[in-house]
């Protein structure tokens, strides 16, 4: 019987362990070749020196994961829909086989790569990792979408509660004794040059905080986030810690989520699998609670898919019609952290140096923006997506739209205080202290109720705007739409 060959295409994917496409590839031939692309019509990878790094270097884990398992990475650039066919007949695959995505771009790409595929005879494995599940295993009683996240998340919950109803390969699968391919091809000049592509990639990266983000690239330090999530009791204990930012209390998966380092099967499997064997309420709560996190995850990643234009704006389009004034300097102010409020000051500064911020401040600076500042909440959407190293589609815009309150949670407006924000979750103030040293000797009391005298400001400014005074600005024009 003649051996088919698999072309195995990396997207978000990036590790060889518990990958539904590959698991199902390496079923039918251990003829396997693996490729990523550099796709040139994908720009949000790369608007990022944050994921641009991680990228580099998870992929850099990756090939040299391949390379042990006797077979090889090839890294190209250019269009998926020219190259995947191109080298898949280059080196006379049978299969191509990939994970499905859900963002509107990939979807359309995914369908004309197929088309090209079909057209010389190649076969297609495509399907779903990237989810705890599929799409069209979870819909309303009237077999809708959800929109709510509450619904959604008892339904989810109620179909994964058992270990056995994740379908997670707990023997992770380690690509040994894989066939490579013929000296003949390996020498053709396209795979040949795959090496430098890389090697170039990672010569341009251009990011200097990789030693304070708290995410890593690759699959063993995402496993290695996980079990240190688990042992250092910090998944027991993240109910009670989660929220306050100065506390090293979440798990900082989100990049390794976002590109596929680690599966999202593998998190909830553990979550179970602890949930089974606690029996302290507290501990329970906080499984729950990180639960409800990687739920929301889940959520967002179903609305894009069944509602693209979340993409190009509001969900509820009343808001189309709302009069921003995106002020071009407050904006500016924001952005680098120097707006004199020492919470969104302190958060963005984080966000600029490390390429991450903690939920809590990013929920804070959100609201900032849209409800303190006017400015139109996709201008700092963007501004995230510039920097976050797990900067996702669907989460991101999710969070937006949620704190711009123009998205699919049925709360109409929510305003955050920052100083009532900061005097609850950085009481001690040693958040904004780490990352605004200008204001380190000035009293905790004053940094708490914003109230900084003008001599303990120095070199820090002035309040860009009164919370009290935009606030009511806020409301009187939403009151208007
Ligand atoms: C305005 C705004 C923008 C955001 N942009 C992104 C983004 O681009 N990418 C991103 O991954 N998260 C985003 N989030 C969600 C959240 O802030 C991060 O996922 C979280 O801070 C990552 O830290 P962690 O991995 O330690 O999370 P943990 O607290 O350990 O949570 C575990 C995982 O659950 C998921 N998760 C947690 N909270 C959320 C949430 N509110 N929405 C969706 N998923 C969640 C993440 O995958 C996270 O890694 C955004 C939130 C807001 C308010």
New binding site residues.
């Given amino acids: 019987m003649v051996v088919p060959r698999i072309l195995f295409w990396y997207r978000r994917d990036l590790r060889i362990s518990d990958n539904k496409a590959l698991i199902k590839s390496y079923s039918l031939s251990k003829a396997l070749t693996s490729i990523y692309i550099f796709d040139k019509n994908y720009t949000l990878d790369f608007n990022a020196p944050s994921r641009y790094w991680f990228l580099g270097d998870s992929l850099k884990e990756l090939r040299s994961n391949w390379e042990k398992a006797g077979s090889r990475l090839i890294i190209d650039s250019g269009e998926p829909k020219l190259l995947i066919p191109k080298i898949a007949k280059l080196i006379k695959a049978n299969y191509v086989a990939w994970n499905k995505s859900i963002e509107p771009y990939e979807i359309d790409r995914d369908l004309q790569v197929e088309k090209e595929l079909e057209k010389s005879n190649i076969k297609v494995i495509n399907l779903w990792d990237h989810l705890l599940i599929e799409p069209c295993l979870i819909s309303t009683g009237t077999n809708n979408p959800y929109t709510v996240y509450g619904p959604f998340y008892k339904n989810l919950k109620k179909q994964l509660f058992e270990p056995s109803h994740i379908d997670y390969n707990v023997n992770d699968l380690r690509l040994l004794n894989l066939e490579d391919l013929p000296s003949e091809v390996a020498e053709d000049p396209i795979i040949k040059k795959s090496h430098n592509h890389l090697d170039n990639f990672l010569k341009n990266i251009n990011f200097s905080g990789n030693e304070i983000c708290p995410c890593k690239p690759g699959e063993n330090n995402a496993e290695k986030l996980l079990n240190n999530f688990i042992s250092s009791k910090k998944l027991i204990n993240y109910d009670s810690q989660?929220d306050f930012p100065s506390i090293k209390g979440?798990?900082?998966?989100?990049a390794s989520?976002?590109f596929g380092t680690i599966s999202i099967r593998k998190a909830w499997a553990k979550t179970i699998q602890i949930n089974h064997l606690t029996r302290n309420k507290n501990s329970l709560l906080s499984i729950e609670t990180?639960q409800k996190?990687?739920a929301?995850?889940e959520f967002?990643q179903h609305c894009l898919y069944h509602f693209p234009e979340l993409e190009k704006g509001p969900y509820r389009k009343k808001w189309n019609n709302f009069p921003w004034q995106n002020n071009t300097e407050w904006f500016i102010r924001w952005s680098r952290g120097d707006t004199g409020i020492p919470i969104i000051d302190a958060s963005m500064r984080q966000l600029n140096q490390s390429g991450w911020m903690?939920?809590r401040c990013?929920?804070i600076v959100?609201s900032f923006l849209v409800k303190d500042l006017v400015c139109n909440w996709q201008m700092g959407e963007k501004k995230?997506m510039e920097h976050?190293v797990?900067?996702?589609l669907a989460?991101?815009n999710?969070?937006?739209q949620?704190?711009a309150s123009s998205g699919m949670d049925p709360k109409p407006l929510r305003i955050f205080n920052p100083h009532t924000q900061t005097q609850k979750f950085d009481p001690l103030c040693n958040y904004i202290k780490y990352w605004i040293p200008e204001l380190s000797k000035v009293n905790n009391s004053e940094i708490l109720t914003g109230d900084i005298s003008k001599s303990e400001r120095k070199d820090y400014p002035n309040p860009v705007i009164n919370h009290n005074s935009q606030q009511r600005l806020f409301k009187s024009l939403y009151a208007e739409i």
């Fill in positions: 989660r979440t798990s900082y998966l989100s989520l976002r990180w996190e990687l929301w995850r967002y903690h939920n990013r929920m959100a995230f976050l797990d900067g996702d989460a991101n999710g969070g937006w949620w704190s």
